[in-house]
């Protein structure tokens, strides 16, 4: 029999240092390992004769840190488990504020030639060793760790550039003719070979580190979201519940954690179910829309079970528990969308990529270029020049900005548009999907009940049917009664007066309506409540009520003074921008999918209204048939976006490609999901889909010319030729180009009707 837990592992700075601590866990006999960079976990299955302290040894070994937290029983515990290192998001916004406040001026002297006063160069010394040493720490741990165990990132050509600009500027300094009082750097653009000895490089080392601390410190800010949809999710649950004595009346309120399975609680209206259980008395229509997805409130009785968070919509019931803590569906749903989120496929940064192959050949150039004219005789100072000049315009400044210019621009431009994108790893995913799956209620709907139809029977007034049940159902708090109330008010203003108003128990409600002089005795509520008092549908009424719900609505009967009147549809309302979503959809290219927790005739009936083909509605499904129709359709080799809203979407937004949650929606699916939608206008999910693909684009673009600037440079660094004025125009012209070409995103403009411009 195995055992699995969860690592949580520090230190890791790219996915390569994810696959190296797998590698490391996996090697152990009896143990299997699976590390994601994005949530910085492990989860780790392993035999019983493993101890799990050689787990955490194992990744120490590594060069990295691991503890085991203490499952979370509340959402304080999400990040506050013992043993786990503080988030690391405040040490570098520390890091990044002091270095930029030290670099600005080095930066600033070094280019403007007017602020280069007499002994100039002392002052920027002073101000950049401790950007270089301090403030680039970071990458130098990571560049030693990756040393020790024969590996090279972007870690290491940051570590080895800004080391080798701080030294050869300390030797100009101390040794060479850079430290003489009134040295300035000149405006000389020309190529010629010099031994360096006059030439500083401190604005390069510090503006390096600190352009790199700052992309690091927003990709830290983003991944720190990777536990907000568990702590969401806890905080739906109920905190305190009213536990009955064994009298069976005496009330007494306890913490939730106290509950134990058999015991009896009361749930009155507008309260949450405390945990999963089964009704043993009372009748009440329950929200489990967060599980379920099912628009219309369930009714419920002795009985019937009912899962914890859920909202009791009617009346008062009581509930014997039958699973408490992490057997409840609530928790059940939290590991669903944690082991959905570990097992996303790790996005690696194309910076990443290529680095992978760019810097080890810029170190083998730059031993090379040593050799080489120590070799020829060109001297220790000659050689040692061209060396250090290959590592530092080697040096990723312009790499350094174009993914977080880039991504700041595009999100900037996203959120005037209502689309906030979480990072530049969501944006790969879009270039790729092809499938889009799209949860009906709230999504492609509006997610609430509305008033659909008035039917009244031969010789009834439609006006006073409506009026004279949106005046009783007013006074009653079910989802479909304020659909009658505010329907019948929005349409005729306001309602007559309702005296000696009864909720009947999972039947209607009924009372009398007051207009005037007149009166009438009224019932609202099921066939079967009209039935009790004589009040039988006739043959037109009851084909509308069929009707009514073979197309997806839920139909309410009326009746007063002793014969019934006419028969009110709501239904759960399709949002008017759905079908022009769905078709500029298929114009990107993409198949939508209806995927519903609501019946198969309702969402067919939704599907025909937007232009979803028959063949893609899928229909009658729970939050883990969700995922597992998401992981099939990712099977098939399709790449699947998801838009969703609420608690059940969850789970399949974080097993998604890539993620789209409406803004309107919970505070779960936001957080679960990859790019959320301000507005809750479906037709913004293709401008997010278009916004993310250009930003994508941008991205890569900038990495290109970021790369291009550096090879091309390498060859007359290596020959020598490279002064630093010339050094310094190539690297600011590329800076500029790279932010130049992110501007470029703030055009983008939206093809939806409305949106924000």
């Not at 108003?501 to 409540?529: I, K, M, Y």
Request: proline share 4%; with cysteine; aromatic share 4%.
């Amino acid at each position: 029999m195995t055992t699995q837990i969860e690592l949580a592992i520090t230190g890791m700075t790219c996915a390569s240092c994810a696959n190296r601590i797998e590698r490391k866990l996996n090697k152990l006999d009896g143990v299997v390992a699976t590390v994601n960079y994005a949530t910085e976990k492990a989860k780790v299955t392993f035999d019983p004769d493993v101890a799990p302290a050689t787990l955490v040894e194992a990744v120490e070994q590594a060069g990295y840190g691991a503890s085991l937290p203490r499952p979370p029983r509340s959402s304080t515990d999400v990040d506050g488990a013992p043993g786990v290192e503080p988030d690391p998001v405040a040490s570098l916004r520390q890091r990044l504020l002091v270095s930029a406040a030290l670099t600005v001026p080095v930066i600033a002297m070094a280019m403007i030639p007017a602020l280069q006063f007499t002994n100039w160069q002392w002052l920027s010394l002073t101000l950049a060793a401790p950007v270089v040493v301090w403030g680039a720490w970071p990458f130098h741990k990571a560049a030693w760790t990756n040393l020790r165990h024969g590996a090279s990132t972007m870690d290491t050509l940051i570590s080895l550039g800004t080391l080798a600009a701080l030294a050869w500027s300390v030797y100009a300094l101390f040794w060479g003719t850079a430290g003489t009082p009134g040295m300035t750097h000149p405006f000389e653009l020309t190529i010629q070979r010099g031994d360096g000895a006059g030439n500083i490089y401190l604005e390069a080392a510090s503006g390096v580190t600190t352009f790199i601390l700052a992309g690091r410190y927003f990709e830290h800010r983003s991944k720190r979201q990777a536990g907000a949809a568990l702590r969401a999710l806890l905080e739906l649950g109920a905190k305190e519940v009213a536990v009955l004595g064994p009298d069976g009346t005496t009330e007494t309120k306890v913490p939730v954690e106290q509950l134990v399975v058999g015991d009896l609680f009361v749930v009155r209206p507008g309260e949450k179910v405390a945990t999963d259980g089964v009704v043993e008395r009372g009748t009440s229509a329950v929200d489990a829309s967060m599980l379920t997805g099912e628009s219309v409130p369930v009714e419920v009785g002795p009985g019937d079970s009912v899962a914890g968070a859920c909202v009791n919509a009617g009346g008062r019931i009581v509930v014997r528990a039958t699973r408490v803590g992490g057997d409840t569906q609530l928790a059940q749903m939290a590991r669903l969308v944690e082991d959905a989120q570990n097992g996303k496929a790790q996005v690696q940064r194309l910076a990443d990529r290529i680095s992978g192959i760019f810097v080890p050949i810029v170190i083998l150039l730059a031993a090379a270029t040593l050799g080489f004219w120590l070799g020829t005789g060109g001297g220790l100072s000659a050689a040692f020049t061209a060396a250090v000049a290959v590592l530092i315009i080697a040096c990723p400044c312009a790499l350094g900005l174009a993914t977080p210019t880039a991504l700041m621009v595009g999100t900037g431009r996203g959120a005037q548009l209502g689309i906030l994108i979480k990072g530049p790893e969501v944006l790969e995913s879009t270039r790729k999907v092809d499938t889009v799956v799209l949860d009906k209620t709230g999504t492609v709907t509006t997610g609430k009940m509305t008033l659909r139809d008035v039917i009244a029977a031969d010789g009834e007034d439609p006006v006073d049917v409506l009026r004279f049940a949106g005046a009783l159902e007013d006074a009653s708090e079910h989802p479909i009664a304020r659909a009658v109330a505010e329907g019948a008010r929005a349409r005729h203003g306001a309602l007559p007066e309702v005296d000696d108003f009864t909720n009947v128990e999972g039947l209607g409600v009924q009372g009398v309506v007051v207009e005037g002089e007149t009166s009438h005795a009224v019932l609202v509520g099921r066939p079967q409540l009209l039935a009790e008092w004589s009040q039988l549908l006739g043959d037109d009424l009851t084909a509308a009520l069929e009707q009514a719900q073979a197309t997806g609505g839920t139909a309410v009967a009326v009746g007063w003074d002793g014969k019934a009147r006419g028969v009110i549809v709501v239904a759960d309302a399709i949002k008017p921008s759905s079908a022009t979503a769905i078709r500029e959809l298929r114009d990107l290219g993409l198949r939508p999918v209806l995927l519903t927790g609501d019946n198969l005739v309702v969402a067919r009936q939704v599907a025909a209204e937007v232009g979803i083909d028959e063949a893609d509605v899928i229909a009658d499904v729970l939050p883990a048939d969700k995922v597992d129709v998401v992981k099939r359709l990712q099977s098939e080799g399709r790449v699947v976006a998801m838009v969703g809203d609420g608690v059940n979407d969850a789970a399949a937004l974080a097993q998604a490609d890539l993620g789209l949650a409406m803004g309107t929606g919970t505070d779960v699916a936001i957080e679960a999901s990859d790019l959320t939608l301000v507005r809750g206008d479906l037709r913004v999910a293709v401008d997010a889909i278009r916004l993310s693909r250009r930003t994508l684009a941008t991205i890569k673009g900038n990495l290109f010319w970021a790369f291009a600037y550096n090879v091309a440079a390498l060859p007359l660094a290596a020959a020598g030729l490279l002064n630093p004025m010339l050094a310094g125009a190539a690297m600011a012209f590329s800076s500029v180009f790279v932010v130049s070409n992110s501007l470029r995103l703030r055009g983008f403009k939206a093809q939806s009707a409305g949106a924000a411009q």
